[in-house]
């Protein structure tokens, strides 16, 4: 089934699914990075036909995307040209915290602090900052077909400051929390729902996304 909802209308119905988690867009522990299980990025991968890019990505994560080109975190994707077929599975923080001194003195208690941007809670915004790379990116017409992994239906509130095709835009709401794995650890779903973005003006992509993600949630078209 796919259901055509404007952004406003969209937001009031995630509100009202049952068990719906809008309010922190954060996953549930301290790590910056959660890793893709296999069988999305098999569905990723016939929904676009392969995946050219990742950007934000590293070794151990590509062994499971197998993306021709990756950027890692030293690489900052972001102020890199996207080109061809992109996947985006956005990192929550600028990384892990580090203790700093609160003063100079030797004995000084210290803070945690985020790398890049030096705040106790990240502020870089990472995952709205990635969503409208990939939709600039698209629309210059670098990126032919782009899928947005979004770790908290929060997310979806980016699309309200953006500029788009709507007909361009396909969702997925799905209807079982992702298990991400990390290296040495068992697979774990974050605390919030989880959805699937498309980004295609091609009928065989959109498609291919309807037959992939529709039996895992709901389609959603946004008006």
């Known amino acids: 089934m796919?259901?055509?909802?404007?952004?406003?209308?969209l937001e009031l119905w995630l509100q009202e699914l049952p068990g719906s988690q809008m309010s922190n867009i954060l996953?549930?522990?301290?790590?910056?990075e959660w890793y893709t299980p296999a069988g999305i990025i098999e569905r990723v991968?016939?929904?676009?036909?392969?995946?050219t890019l990742d950007p934000c990505s590293n070794t151990l994560a590509n062994r499971v995307v197998k993306a021709s080109l990756f950027y890692n975190a030293s690489d900052d994707g972001l102020s890199k040209t996207w080109v061809g077929k992109v996947y985006v599975n956005p990192p929550s923080k600028c990384g892990e915290?580090?203790?700093?001194?609160?003063?100079?003195?030797?004995?000084s208690h210290t803070k945690l602090v985020h790398p890049h941007c030096g705040g106790t809670r990240c502020r870089c915004?990472?995952?709205?900052?990635?969503?409208?790379?990939m939709f600039e990116q698209y629309y210059e017409g670098c990126v032919t077909h782009a899928v947005y992994l979004g770790y908290s239906l929060s997310q979806l509130k980016y699309l309200e400051d953006m500029h788009f095709d709507?007909?361009?835009?396909?969702i997925c709401i799905l209807r079982k929390r992702i298990k991400?794995?990390?290296p040495g650890e068992h697979s774990t779903s974050p605390t919030q729902d989880n959805f699937v973005l498309l980004l295609s003006n091609d009928l065989?992509?959109?498609t291919r996304f309807d037959e992939q993600f529709g039996e895992m949630g709901v389609l959603v078209q946004t008006l």
């Open 2 to 9: 796919l259901c055509r909802l404007g952004l406003r209308r």
């Open 27 to 32: 996953h549930s522990n301290n790590t910056a």
């Open 45 to 51: 991968r016939t929904t676009m036909a392969g995946i």
């Open 97 to 107: 915290p580090v203790p700093v001194p609160l003063n100079d003195h030797p004995y």
């Open 125 to 133: 915004k990472l995952p709205r900052r990635f969503m409208h790379h």
């Open 166 to 170: 709507h007909n361009d835009v396909r």
């Open 180 to 182: 991400f794995w990390q």
């Open 204 to 206: 065989a992509v959109r």
